[in-house]
T-cell receptor, first 114, second 115 residues
């Protein structure tokens, strides 16, 4: 079945440093979504990418979808303590009968030291 | 809209007991997901429904787990009998399940502890 791998598992940065997490799917995706989960909270939707090679920005966050629609990345510029949390990618399989099934990566836990 | 509502928020039970987790999705959403989250295994999809019909239950760990969606506004996840290794946070999520904006909205989760 579809697998979504995410690296790194953990990332510790000093406030002001940049941060990047990478996501790779074993199958071609119809779209990819990114979520953030604060400690003790639940995953909250950040953004969805649909087109091959798509790049979207939200303030200090930059999201990319690969040309083959099998990988994605999230880059945070100049991290702040409010960026702390776990960042998940989640992919929807482009083929088969599993349309609608949302498979999450393992997540990257980001800690930011002030 | 109150969002996805899960109950209970916390559940502590003894091994061997039956546990039922409940979920009310956002009105109008036609896809519902049950996820389990642990430190070791991350966020695992257990089962998902589309229009109240189970589409994929390949993530359900074993026969002790069962899920139902009798109508568009209610779903349950049952574990019987429960075991200590079932201890985790269980999330329910719902989405519109159509092309376009298909993001999942998560409930607050149920933290299950089996002792």
């Amino acid at each position: 079945g579809q697998q979504v791998m995410q690296i790194p598992q953990y990332q510790h940065v000093q406030e002001g440093e940049d941060f990047t997490t990478y996501c790779n799917s074993s199958t071609t995706l119809s779209n990819i979504q990114w979520y953030k989960q604060r400690p003790g909270g639940h995953p909250v939707f950040l953004i969805q990418l649909v087109k091959s090679g798509e790049v979207k920005k939200q303030k200090r966050l930059t999201f990319q979808f690969g040309e083959a629609k099998k990988n994605s990345s999230l880059h945070i510029t100049a991290t702040q303590t409010t960026d702390v949390g776990t960042y998940f990618c989640a992919g929807r399989d482009a083929g088969g009968t599993s349309y609608g099934k949302l498979t999450f990566g393992q997540g990257t836990i980001l800690t930011v030291h002030p | 809209d109150a969002g996805v509502i899960q109950s209970p928020r916390h559940e502590v039970t003894e091994m061997g007991q039956e546990v039922t987790l409940r979920c009310k999705p956002i009105s109008g959403h036609n896809s519902l997901f049950w996820y389990r989250q642990t430190m070791m295994r991350g966020l695992e999809l257990l089962i998902y429904f589309n229009n109240n019909v189970p589409i994929d239950d390949s993530g359900m760990p074993e026969d002790r787990f069962s899920a139902k969606m009798p109508n568009a506004s209610f779903s349950t996840l049952k574990i019987q009998p429960s075991e200590p290794r079932d201890s985790a946070v269980y999330f329910c999520a719902s989405s519109l399940g159509t092309q376009g904006r298909t993001e999942a909205f998560f409930g607050q989760g149920t933290r299950l502890t089996v002792v």
